[in-house]
């Protein structure tokens, strides 16, 4: 994207434009329609899309970034994981993201402390401390998606941490870059010194207002009293009186502050332990007022959370799969208690389920109280508590907004205000509402649907909106935001609750700090009493796939494609957005360049894995957007022509790709890699990329093998059907073992006892997934049934069990096949049936292993750890590697998806003997960018095998 691209924009944001271009690349410098856009969105229900979105790498980029806005006078908008909720997280000016390029960390004190940059997911700082028995304090239900700098910046917090170990708890030191460019690192005592003698105006104003504070006994009261609960609303006044060093008390500013007074680089937390041992227990009260006075008692128990939940809220996810049979019985006023308990050694775990037990002896239960220590159990009963937010999500009606408030009240008044959010929500109608929370915390969540499509509508919100503020902060003195932060959702709120006062002060620090009000304007202190209800994001309909979205993120950090171009939660928003505008008759070259940019930004570099389904609360799996709209794309076209034919003629066109690879093998091996990658790739160049990508990895064809089966005459039977990759493709010239997937898997089932059966004229079989993946969705299903009768056929109606080698083939049969087929990829067939048969001699080795996507999606990732680690001594699982990228025969067209989603592949893998998987098209691309061959762990498992007797 060059400088043309910038032409559009308005006069000081080109100036900008051209003064940091001269710093960064311009591929980091967004200003296109679909990106601004797509970039732009957050979790919230508002909407702003930015001038410029930048993607910064380095604490010298924010400088040059700041200074340069600040010449310009721009603001700026900080951008970590974008799953805020009340609408911090947005700007119709500079939106500037650290998330990609901000991952550095450092595990220190034998964990009792983590380095963290803003850019880390709070799961992967979590990972870093698992083998120290630690994690960080801050544990928010977002924490698989939200990344540090947001996590602090919301002081976010969640079930467990309640007030003592969120961020403003836990800091130990914080470099911060300010909004005139300079810079603080807290821990350090020459930074601290520099600090001190060149922000003389910022030191002495903060200690000013510390003594100002401490020295006016009816404010410092109201401080102390408005932090005993949780409180994000405004600015964390209370580390005015917490600190005494001016510096101390502004890095406990910067928590809490959503961007607002500068940017925080990099993050040290003093961390928590993380107790191995667990129970759970789902009691359930015959009323609020019970549950509640439960939850008092349990204060002074060893429980770590404690999760309140209406009977409104355990309705919503009575029907839903894995739920106890009860919830349906439960009386009309029952509410629940979600209780956990954590010890250091089972014993001390089993001393607090009895100390727990005996305590709430004195209050009625609707069912016998019961803990739970077995994973399996306690899991679901944690999925009631996380189904939700998604179950009100999931009935809501299309175009319609999820809402999620977060207040906060004093203990004492949880069960009274509980009844009396009650009794608001059904004043104005919200008839689908529920309300669940982190009780101990007196911090109480009610999740309701709205519509903003009319202004009637907006009415109804902004009267409920005013009677809840009003009766939270005049009735209890409670948190209007207790844990998602200020945002533009509740600025116009925050001097009601805190008073003349406090505010004013709040509007001194701000200007203490950004004095120019740059840095994420409208966030937290806005003068407008209506910002909660302007900029309101529209949700038009597209697709019933996505409808359902709610925009959380969730799914962004499973994407292969997040790097290099659109995440699944953005491609939902720009076919939003196409949608609204074609809508409206849109001819604009805005739509006309976003409809544009999107077939290679959404459809070309979607792997359609649907990995993103896995992360996903409401369940969608953008790929299936990506395969409809190629549907559509290819449907009445010489495409779907092209697609027929070959469907009909598929043994012909196996053979072809099966003589192309070996020619291409030949050349390999008369012109060398060199020379072939040379010539290869200018041939690639020439076509435009239509050409395939030519790597040393690439497979032979594979020679086209006789099946008839083994016909041994045994019992034991299984119908083996090589998926048209392996039918055709072989290992690569180079692998060490040169004989084809076909012939090692046939053995080892042999080998285990077990006669094999192939089914008749295999040539032309195919599951149909080449086909689904491209949108031809009807010759798709036309290969598949065929298959199914075969596969019918050769098991015996489903008798015999049925093995397919690549796993997305095999994905795809379990999902479209007949129930009565038992279909297996081998990861699942060796580890439940094979290993009892044969005699493993486990290798002295280190080798990697790659779960694929279809893998993940089958829960099958243990168990082909289990299977390498029956033959290896040392199995890496690399961090930080979702989907590979391949998507079939996509790595050839498209490369650099591979490139980008295995970028963290290499460093890890390095010493690794060899790695395995169970596809053979993402083995060539993991081969590629791992540096180690790639095969399938069928063949790790014959070669420990060989001593077995068959
Ligand atoms: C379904 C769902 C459930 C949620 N559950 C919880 C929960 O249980 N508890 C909770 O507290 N929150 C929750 N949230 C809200 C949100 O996920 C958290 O507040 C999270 O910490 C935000 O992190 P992020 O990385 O997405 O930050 P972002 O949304 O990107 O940014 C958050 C704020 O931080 C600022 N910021 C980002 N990076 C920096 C930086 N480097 N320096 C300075 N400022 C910066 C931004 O300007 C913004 O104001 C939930 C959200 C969703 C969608
Ligand atoms: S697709 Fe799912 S996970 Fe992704 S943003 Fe939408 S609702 Fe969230
Ligand atoms: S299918 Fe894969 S590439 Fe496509 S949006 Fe989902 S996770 Fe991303």
Redesign the pocket.
């Known amino acids: 994207m060059g400088k043309d691209r910038s032409a559009a924009l308005p006069g000081k944001y080109q100036a900008f434009y051209d003064q940091i271009s001269t710093v960064l690349p311009a591929e980091r410098l967004i200003v296109d329609p679909l990106k601004t856009l797509a970039f732009g969105t957050d979790?919230s229900f508002y909407r702003l899309v930015p001038k410029i979105v930048i993607k910064s790498n380095s604490e010298t980029e924010i400088v040059e970034i700041l200074s340069a806005a600040n010449a310009h006078e721009l603001a700026i908008t900080f951008r970590a994981a974008g799953t805020s909720l009340s609408g911090q997280a947005i700007s119709d000016s500079i939106l500037l993201i650290a998330g990609e390029k901000w991952q550095g960390h450092k595990v220190l004190q034998e964990g009792e402390r983590i380095r963290l940059q803003p850019g880390v997911l709070g799961k992967y700082a979590n990972l870093y401390l698992r083998p120290y028995g630690r994690k960080i304090g801050p544990d928010p239900a977002s924490i698989n998606a939200a990344m540090i700098g947001g996590i602090a910046a919301n002081n976010a917090s969640g079930m467990c941490c309640g007030n003592s170990q969120n961020s403003y708890k836990t800091l130990a030191g914080m470099r911060i870059i300010f909004q005139n460019g300079s810079l603080l690192d807290t821990a350090d005592a020459k930074s601290r010194n520099s600090f001190y003698a060149d922000n003389d105006a910022l030191v002495k104003g903060i200690e000013n207002l510390r003594d100002e504070v401490r020295a006016d006994t009816v404010l410092r009261e109201r401080i102390e009293r408005k932090f005993k609960i949780k409180n994000t609303t405004g600015y964390s006044l209370n580390a005015l009186l917490d600190f005494d060093d001016p510096l101390d008390i502004i890095a406990h500013l910067m928590i809490g502050s959503e961007g607002t007074l500068g940017f925080i680089s990099e993050i040290t937390y003093n961390t928590v332990v993380e107790y191995a041992d667990k129970a759970s227990a789902l009691i359930i009260f015959k009323g609020i007022e019970d549950a509640c006075r439960a939850t008092e008692i349990l204060k002074s128990q060893p429980v770590e959370a404690v999760e309140l939940m209406d009977r409104a809220a355990l309705r919503s996810v009575e029907d839903k799969a894995g739920m106890p049979d009860y919830l349906k019985e439960l009386s009309g006023e029952a509410a629940a208690l979600l209780v956990e308990t954590r010890a250091a050694s089972r014993k001390e775990l089993r001393h607090n389920i009895q100390s727990v037990s005996l305590a709430l002896e004195a209050i009625p239960l609707e069912r016998p109280l019961n803990f739970t220590d077995v994973e399996s159990e306690y899991t679901k009963l944690w999925n009631i508590r996380k189904g939700l937010f998604p179950a009100v999500?999931a009935v809501r009606e299309c175009g319609t907004t999820v809402i999620i408030e977060d207040v906060a009240f004093p203990m004492e008044h949880l069960a009274e205000a509980t009844l009396e959010l009650q009794r608001l929500m059904a004043k104005y109608s919200y008839d689908n509402a529920i309300i669940f929370g982190h009780a101990l915390a007196g911090n109480l969540h009610f999740v309701f649907t709205q519509d903003f499509g009319s202004p009637q509508e907006v009415e109804r919100y902004s009267g409920f909106m005013d009677e809840v503020c009003k009766m939270v902060v005049e009735k209890y003195d409670g948190s209007l935001k207790a844990e998602h932060g200020t945002g533009r959702n509740m600025a116009p709120y925050v001097e009601l609750e805190w008073g003349q006062e406090a505010y004013h002060l709040m509007e001194r620090i701000k200007d203490l700090f950004d004095p120019q009000r740059l840095l994420n304007p409208g966030v937290i202190l806005n003068a407008n009493p209506q910002a909660h209800l302007e900029n309101l994001k529209p949700l038009t309909a597209t697709n019933p796939i996505?409808d359902?979205?709610?925009?959380?993120?969730?799914?962004?950090p499973v994407c292969p494609s997040r790097n290099l171009t659109l995440?699944?939660?953005q491609r939902?928003t720009v076919q939003r957005e196409i949608s609204r505008l074609q809508a409206r008759g849109d001819s604009s070259t805005r739509y006309g360049s976003i409809v544009s940019a999107y077939n290679y930004a959404g459809d070309a570099t979607c792997a359609t894995d649907g990995l993103?389904q896995t992360?996903?609360?409401?369940?969608?799996n953008?790929g299936e957007l990506t395969k409809e709209l190629r549907r559509l794309k290819v449907a009445n076209t010489p495409r779907e022509t092209l697609a027929r034919i070959i469907a009909r003629n598929y043994g012909l066109v196996t053979a072809g790709v099966r003589l192309g690879l070996q020619s291409v093998n030949l050349l390999h091996t008369v012109l060398g890699t060199k020379s072939l990658a040379k010539i290869a790739g200018g041939a690639r160049k020439l076509s435009g990329d239509r050409l395939p990508l030519w790597t040393p990895y690439m497979p032979k064809g594979a020679p086209k093998r006789k099946k008839a089966g083994t016909n041994l005459g045994r019992a034991k039977k299984v119908v083996y059907f090589p998926s048209c990759i392996s039918r055709t493709m072989g290992p690569a010239k180079n692998d060490s073992d040169q004989e084809l997937l076909s012939q090692v898997l046939e053995k080892l089932l042999v080998r285990s006892g077990y006669d094999v059966l192939y089914p008749p004229a295999m040539e032309k079989l195919c599951c149909g997934v080449p086909f689904n993946s491209k949108g031809a969705f009807r010759q798709a299903d036309e290969k598949a049934a065929e298959l199914e009768q075969v596969l019918l056929e050769m098991s015996n109606e489903g008798t015999y069990p049925v093995i397919c080698d690549t796993s997305p083939c095999l994905y795809r049969m379990r999902q479209t096949m007949d129930r009565r087929l038992q279909l297996y990829e081998p990861v699942e067939f060796i580890h439940d049936f094979l290993l009892t048969e044969l005699n493993i001699q486990q290798k002295q080795e280190k080798i990697a292993v790659h779960t694929t996507c279809s893998s993940e999606k089958m829960g099958l990732g243990n168990k082909l750890i289990d299977v390498a680690k029956a033959c290896a001594t040392e199995v890496v699982v690399p961090e930080k590697v979702g989907c590979c990228g391949f998507a079939g025969d996509r790595g050839f067209t498209y490369p650099e998806l591979n490139t980008v989603a295995l970028e963290e592949l290499n460093h890890q893998v390095a010493d690794c003997r060899a790695g395995y998987s169970n596809s053979r098209t993402c083995e060539i691309g993991l081969s590629q960018h791992g540096g180690i061959d790639y095969n399938s762990i069928v063949y790790l498992v014959e070669q420990c095998s060989r001593e077995s007797v068959a």
């Open positions: 979790a999500g996505v359902k979205c709610i925009e959380c993120g969730f799914c962004e995440t699944p939660r939902i993103c992360a996903c609360p409401v369940e969608i953008t």
